[in-house]
């Protein structure tokens, strides 16, 4: 748009002067577009308004002719400032060429005298310092070093001569260390070995007493089971001795009611053997008024006669009635004594199996109980039996670990061995050396592990 030329215009006008830029041609540059900047405002303003007429008498070929005149000058400039440029940039670039080569040739002749000087003082000493850490790299530290001078080359001889000193102490601590650990892991590889088999006896023994607490715990199950089913059946022997308590109690009330309804029969067999009595006497004063009365009293004298007879007969049937009854109230006495004996006797039976009842009750809680606390005791063993299979599995790895050890302190021994150094004799340990205190003794083990 025309504000963006304009804006881009402005931005070269402020831009910094370039040296053999002509001001005048930057001058009409400007003054050119100026008017061709006006013109198209002007033309802009007339065709919003729709004034045709004013819009083509502006003379917009004659600002633009002027502008692309001035522009024409500005590309030739701009074409002679880009040669003058680059005809100094080829110059300083020749310039350069000879000041680096120049350069060259000085830093040079200053790098030989350097490799001179280097040969003198730095590197054969350093070739004698190499020579010495070769040997030293060969496992021989019988050689001195000589450090002569205060330069670096002499600092660098006395520093190794401090290391090979320091070399030589270690190597020396290093193989008395490794003849001690190849003792020493043998030793251990030993006595590790015996723990293993110590170790194994135990996981033995732990698993033999395994399964006799799986017997144990089978038992007491059993025993358990036993005990709920006697408590069943305690329970219904109770429950039966209740019935029959009941029953007896039954039997007691009917004999109690049987004596009653005796004693009511003997008192109304007192009552007819009373009204024979009396019938007898009347029968007696009727005989005896028959007597009297004499040939017309004859028939009832015969009468009365009979009617004493029956009331003897009576009296004494009423008598053998009683004493009858009186046997049967005796006997219903004896067995209704017998009956509340058979009562208080059902009653302790049934106190007695109700104690049962609780007895076995407890005894199969008690044995519930055991049961839980076995099966405790053997989750425990299974466990212990667990940690002892661990056990044995790392006293296995230990012992493995341990020979590893010893076959190390070896290769660790041999490989110190190939160092030299003087006024140090060389030691061979006995790869067989032992102690005494860890000689196997399985047997006293056992006999703890059977009273177990």
Known sequence: S???AEKHFNNYVNSEAIAGKDPALDAQAEASFKQMYDVLQQSIHYLKADNYAAYGNLDAQKAQDDMEQVYDQWLSQNAQLIKLASDQNQSSFTQMQWTLG??????????????????????RPLQRIMAHIQTIADGDLTHEIEAEGRSEMGQLAAGLKTMQQSL????????????????????????????SSRTEQQASALEETAASMEQLTATVRQNTDNARQATGLAKTASETARKGGRVVDNVVSTMNDIAESSEKIVDITSVIDGIAFQTNILAL?????????????????VVAGEVRTLASRSAQAAKEIKVLIENSVSRIDTGSTQVREAGET??????????????????????????????????????MDSVTQQ?????????????????????????????????QPRREASPTTLSKGLTPQPAAEQANWESF
């Open 391 to 423: 056990n044995a599995s790392l006293v296995e790895e230990s012992a493995a670990a341990a020979a590893a050890l010893e076959d190390q302190a070896n290769e660790l021994r041999q490989a110190v061995a190939a160092f030299r150094i003087q006024k």
């Open 168 to 195: 030589i102490r270690t190597v020396s601590a290093v193989r008395d260390n490794a003849d001690s650990i190849y003792t020493g892991a043998g030793e251990i590889s030993a006595g590790s070995s015996d723990l």
């Open 346 to 383: 059902m009653k302790e039976i049934v106190n007695a199996v109700t104690r049962v009842t609780d007895i076995m009750g407890e005894i199969a809680s008690a044995s519930d109980e055991q049961s839980k606390g076995i099966e405790q005791v053997a989750q425990a063993v299974s466990e």
């Open 102 to 123: 120049i350069i060259l040739l000085i830093v040079l002749i200053v790098l030989a005298f350097i490799w001179l000087g280097l040969q003198r003082v730095l590197l």
């Open 2 to 4: 025309l504000n963006e």
């Open 285 to 301: 004063n009727a005989a005896v008024e028959a007597a009297r009365a004499g040939e017309q009293g004859r028939g009832f004298a």
